[in-house]
Nanobody, 127 residues
Framework: QLRLVESGGGLAQPGGSLRLSCTAS????????IGWFRQAPGKEREGVSC????????NYADSVKGRFTVSRDNAKNMVYLQMDSLKPEDTAVYYC????????????????????WGQGTQVTVSS
């Protein structure tokens, strides 16, 4: 099973930015669709964004569209989630997940479609 590691979380002020990173040991991330998910206290985990394995197509939840951007750096074996114009409601533990076949389009991503997960990184947006 693919082992993923997220980093880059922390404290940001409303309107600020953070960039999350996702990497894997011993595996090439550009062979996988990568999904970003988040779970706020007392809430279910929700899909935030994904980038497809086949053509790097992307998808975003309505709540983050226009503010978050997902991208790959294949040379560094990294996937990033650039988060701008952060809001307090973005506060959550953020997870990256991988699947070799999932295609990002329309709605989602959905956690049921991803088998490999990272341990999560905390993002707190507060003044």
């Amino acid at each position: 099973q693919l082992r993923l590691v997220e980093s880059g979380g922390g404290l940001a002020q409303p309107g600020g930015s953070l960039r999350l990173s996702c990497t894997a040991s011993g595996f090439t991330l550009n062979w996988y669709t990568i999904g970003w998910f988040r779970q706020a206290p007392g809430k279910e985990r929700e899909g935030v964004s994904c980038i497809s394995v086949s053509d790097d197509s992307t998808n975003y939840a309505d709540s983050v569209k226009g503010r978050f951007t997902v991208s790959r750096d294949n040379a560094k074996n990294m996937v990033y989630l650039q988060m701008d114009s952060l809001k307090p409601e973005d506060t959550a533990v953020y997870y990256c997940a991988a699947d070799p076949d999932y295609y990002c389009s329309g709605h989602g991503p959905y956690e049921v479609d991803f088998a490999s997960w990272g341990q999560g990184t905390q993002v707190t947006v507060s003044s």
